[in-house]
């Protein structure tokens, strides 16, 4: 089986991670991109309007790519 190219903007996602729940910019937090994860913050942008709900959409897109991995700050 072929292997995935992967491309060398693979680890930099652009997010605004001040819209995740348990990240602080202060401490390090870890939180696994599940699809559950990615429910919650779906649920959360149904109650935000304008550019905050388009920046939430936003960054739940970027996020389903990267299933399984770790966010860590």
């Given at each position: 089986m072929p292997k995935k190219k992967?491309?060398?903007?693979a680890g930099n996602v652009a997010i605004n991670k001040e819209l995740l729940p348990g990240y602080s910019v202060n401490k390090h937090v870890e939180v696994q991109i599940t699809y559950n994860f990615i429910l919650d913050?779906?649920?959360r942008s149904k109650k935000l309007e304008g550019k905050d709900k388009?920046?939430?959409?936003?960054t739940?897109?970027?996020l389903t790519k990267h299933i399984?991995?770790?966010?860590?700050?």
């Open positions: 992967q491309d060398d903007d913050l779906y649920e388009e920046d939430m959409l936003q739940i897109h970027e399984g991995k770790w966010l860590v700050s």
